[in-house]
Nanobody, 126 residues
């Protein structure tokens, strides 16, 4: 079983920045695929960013050029650096891990992921 705990959410003005973190409680962490997703009230869950076991990344169209996903395998931690935030980025952000111990495609579909954190709220005001 993998447990994921997100942190770093908060309220920020438009144009500001935040860094989200997600710590995983699993020692077979370094080659798993990991992802960030978000869900706003009344909307479907959206893939934000993903990173595979060798560091390849993929981003949703709405965040390309503004968000950066990274991982620190020594700390079992996934990060999401969010810059130039917009009000439409307001959502609950979730990190997710795929069950495959070795994964080399950065999936952005939520159906590919098996473990989810509890979420951290990001609110961007105009």
């Amino acid at each position: 079983q993998v447990q994921l705990v997100e942190s770093g959410g908060g309220s920020v003005q438009s144009g500001g920045s935040l860094r989200l973190s997600c710590v995983a409680s699993v020692y077979t962490y370094s080659r798993r695929c990991l992802g960030w997703f978000r869900q706003a009230p009344g909307k479907e869950r959206e893939g934000v960013a993903a990173i595979d076991g060798v560091g390849s990344t993929r981003y949703g169209d709405s965040v390309k050029g503004r968000f950066t996903v990274s991982r620190d395998n020594a700390k079992n931690t996934l990060y999401l650096d969010m810059n130039s935030l917009k009000p439409e980025d307001t959502a609950m952000y979730y990190c997710a891990a795929k069950s495959d111990v070795h994964c080399y495609i950065p999936f952005l579909r939520s159906e590919e992921y098996n473990y989810w954190g509890q979420g951290t709220q990001v609110t961007v005001s105009s």
